[in-house]
């Protein structure tokens, strides 16, 4: 502690440069506040760094190798088709390195002032920010704490050498021959889905009896079979309980029925979920924010904590733990202390999974949808309905919309099969804007689009598909 320095002042504090900090800190720039962002590590937070975009770079390198070897169907076939993995990792790092470029240069560009370093609570208006070159005190008029998350550790599984946490195993050097991964979450299975792309046999370790088990289980099932298909074992309902590892593998047992078994391999991902950093150094206990018994935040629907001019947005308050969401909730946060009148509404969140086939879903599930009192009706267009999905050879999949049975309000739509990710942004604006089936229907989709799934969708949901005998 540096006794006797004054503090400078700033209107507001954001701790954490993820995408609920860096997004938090330019919209409260954009609304005319003084603005510091500190980060103990690189700009961009989990997301840039370790999670999204370098997931998705090497998932879209491990596509382009598929079809490089795949091309049967179109006639196309090649010989001697290679993966460079230390070139893949270059563009990996390449992607990430313009990315987090790109948030140094819009924070700069807002007159965002950055510090790199760790951030310390010494009251409910006062942060001291320290590195191993200085350490300046600043007196906040508000705070944005958007500190994010970590790997959860399981006490078998210590991280190290041959037992992989999602960083690691983003960084790995070379396609390892085998690898397992305990935990069938979205991370699990787009890892292990990249890798198994790439050669490796990969076996996952779910404990519940689907991968991806948020996701409806029609959807689920296709990504199952999809995977089993290239050769990855799921095995459901199991207990991960050790691991050994020698310096050329690492072995897990696991139990199912109470029958014991055990499997070896290069090396063991676990992805069994992620732990808010509300501990350690910043002192939110020492100034009194309230945390729930899991360790998140409590924060009302402004982002507001128990102390009033101290925000929290992003892993660490509960629900979803995307980077859409903490963007969200940090523009709310942002406009909330300009006195905007903004609140968090996560109706029309979506969550996606960049599996193959890709996942995504928004608003209610028709089950969701049941249990909030609506008489429901659904349908299911199917993709190989749709010339565009067969003409790409991806004809699997389905876009399921949920509607109310009276009013034809669109209340939900889960999607599963090519460019999921993308064609679920058109159903988030349909429940935002509080569009009827009648209105996608009326929409004029071009042709041959995937998009034209959802409007097909629609008119399958109202009685009257085109491209498919309805019932
Ligand atoms: C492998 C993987 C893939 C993912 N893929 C997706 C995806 O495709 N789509 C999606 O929406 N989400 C994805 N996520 C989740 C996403 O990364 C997180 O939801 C998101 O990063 C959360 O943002 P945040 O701003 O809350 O925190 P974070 O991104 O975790 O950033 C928090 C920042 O705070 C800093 N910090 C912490 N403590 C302090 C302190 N005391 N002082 C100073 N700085 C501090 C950290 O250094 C960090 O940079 C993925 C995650 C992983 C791990």
Redesign the pocket.
């Known amino acids: 502690m540096v006794v006797g320095d004054a503090s400078l002042d700033i209107d507001t504090l954001v701790?954490?440069?993820?995408?609920?900090?860096y997004v938090a800190a330019i919209r409260a720039a954009q609304l005319g506040q003084s603005v510091l962002i500190?980060?103990?590590?690189e700009l961009g937070?989990?997301?840039l760094n370790?999670?999204?975009i370098p997931?998705?770079a090497l998932i879209s390198a491990a596509h382009q190798y598929e079809s490089a070897l795949h091309g049967e169907a179109f006639g196309i076939s090649a010989e001697n088709v290679k993966v460079d993995f230390s070139k893949t990792q270059e563009f990996k790092n390449g992607v990430v390195k313009k990315m987090t470029g790109g948030v140094a240069g819009l924070l700069k560009g807002n007159k965002v002032e950055v510090f790199n370093g760790?951030?310390m609570f010494i009251n409910e208006n006062e942060a001291r920010v320290f590195n191993d070159h200085e350490s300046p005190r600043y007196r906040f008029k508000n705070a944005i704490i958007?500190?994010?998350?970590r790997p959860i550790e399981l006490k078998p599984f210590p991280f190290g050498g041959r037992i992989l946490s999602?960083t690691e195993a983003?960084n790995l050097p070379e396609v390892p021959k085998s690898m397992i991964v305990i935990g069938g979450g979205y991370?699990g299975a787009e890892l292990g889905q990249m890798y198994s792309k790439f050669g490796a046999k990969v076996t996952i370790i779910e404990g519940l009896d689907t991968v991806l088990p948020g996701f409806d289980k029609d959807m689920t099932s296709l990504v199952a079979k999809n995977m089993k298909k290239t050769g990855i074992e799921i095995v459901t309902g199991a207990k991960a309980e050790s691991a050994e590892q020698t310096d050329k593998d690492v072995t897990v047992k696991y139990s199912v029925n109470g029958e014991s078994k055990e499997v070896t391999a290069d090396y063991l991902l676990v992805t069994v979920g992620r732990r808010p950093?509300t501990d350690g150094?910043?002192g939110l206990d020492l100034i009194g924010v309230d945390v729930d018994e899991r360790g998140f935040v409590k924060v009302d629907h402004q982002g507001r904590t128990s102390i009033p001019q101290i925000f929290a947005?992003?892993?660490?308050v509960s629900g979803l733990?995307?980077?859409?969401k903490?963007s969200y909730e940090g523009k709310v946060a942002a406009e909330a202390i300009a006195g905007q009148p903004s609140v968090v509404d996560y109706k029309c969140m979506p969550a996606?999974v960049?599996t193959d086939p890709e996942c995504s879903s928004v608003g209610y599930t028709e089950k969701e949808a049941k249990e909030k009192g609506h008489k429901v009706k659904a349908g299911k267009f199917p993709y190989a309905g749709n010339g565009r999905a067969v003409s790409l050879n991806h004809a699997e999949g389905f876009v399921k919309i949920v509607a109310d049975e009276e009013s034809g309000l669109v209340l939900g739509c889960q999607i599963v099969g090519l460019e999921a990710s993308n064609l679920i942004a058109e159903l988030g604006l349909a429940i935002e804007m509080g569009a009827t089936l009648e209105d996608l229907a009326l929409t004029i989709h071009a042709h041959p689009t995937l998009g034209e799934i959802v409007m097909e969708a629609a008119e399958l949901v109202m009685g009257h598909p085109i491209h498919i005998i309805s019932r």
Do not use: M, Q, W, Y
């Not at 500190?38 to 590590?41: A, I, P, R």
């Not at 947005?313 to 660490?316: L, R, V």
């Open positions: 701790i954490g440069a993820g995408p609920g900090g500190v980060d103990k590590s937070g989990v997301c370790r999670g999204c997931s998705k760790e951030c958007a500190t994010g998350s999602s983003l991370i950093n150094e910043l947005i992003g892993d660490i733990a995307l980077a859409h903490a996606v960049f």
